[in-house]
């Protein structure tokens, strides 16, 4: 049973430009939440997919944006990269609620996004 | 912010229990306490949650204290593979929503020989 794949691995960008990074659930998940970790910090919440739609968002800018597919995969998009975009960005998935309201988030192992 | 105070370090020998404390004192009467961990190069884990009772799993105990505001992670025989940082962290129940989780800086656990 595959667990949550994000892809790619590791990307580098340059101050400007854009990218999209994507993420498969874990088999029967239908929520994906989108997570930014900086070097030494914990986690923080970008947003949340749920039924294709944005469900919550933390404080992040605009130029964050996301998408969630029919399949439940999702990518999160980012513009006018900045250095301190520079990160390990997490995928988790996890169930709805009506399926028990605290349901565990699993994550993937992330795609370290360096900015030059 | 994060809702929970963590130490930033501790250590403890193979074989022997680690326990992980975990400060929560305004958390509040739908809150769960939830703990990840993070092993180096990998995506958090869950380990286990909880509201009141003391709950067990397969890899830890969490013992929560009656007033709440304090909680224990217990790993009963700690290996070298459980050297990670460990992030106890509130989580609210909203109705309809699988809520967010907020991080906090987390405790490094370092398992020694």
């Known amino acids: 049973d595959a667990g949550v794949t994000q892809s790619p691995t590791h990307l580098i960008k340059t101050r400007g430009q854009q990218v999209t990074l994507r993420c498969s659930p874990k088999s029967g998940h239908d929520t994906v939440s989108w997570y930014q970790q900086a070097l030494g910090q914990g986690p923080q919440f970008i947003f949340q997919?749920?039924?294709?739609?944005?469900?919550q968002r933390g404080n992040f800018p605009d130029r964050f944006s996301g998408h969630q597919f029919p399949n439940y995969s999702s990518e999160l998009n980012v513009n006018a990269l900045l250095l301190g975009d520079s990160a390990l960005y997490l995928c988790?998935?996890?169930?709805?609620?009506?399926?028990?309201?605290?349901?565990?988030?699993?994550f993937g192992d992330g795609t370290r996004l360096s900015i030059l | 912010d994060a809702k929970t105070t963590q130490p930033p370090s501790m250590d403890c020998a193979e074989g022997r229990a680690a326990n992980l404390p975990c400060n929560h004192s305004t958390i509040s009467g739908n809150e769960y306490v939830y703990w990840y961990r993070q092993i180096h190069s990998q995506g958090p884990q869950y380990i286990i949650h909880?509201?009141?009772n003391n709950e067990t799993n397969e890899m830890a105990s969490l013992i929560i204290t009656e007033d709440r505001k304090s909680s224990t992670l217990i790993l009963p025989h700690a290996t070298l593979r459980d050297t990670a940082v460990y992030y106890c962290i509130v989580r609210a129940l909203i109705t309809g929503a699988n809520s967010k989780l907020t991080f906090g800086k987390g405790i490094t656990l370092s398992v020694r020989p």
């Open positions: 988790a998935s996890s169930l709805s609620v009506g399926t028990g309201e605290h349901q565990p988030q699993h």
């Open positions: 997919y749920y039924e294709e739609e944005e469900r």
């Open positions: 909880g509201l009141k």
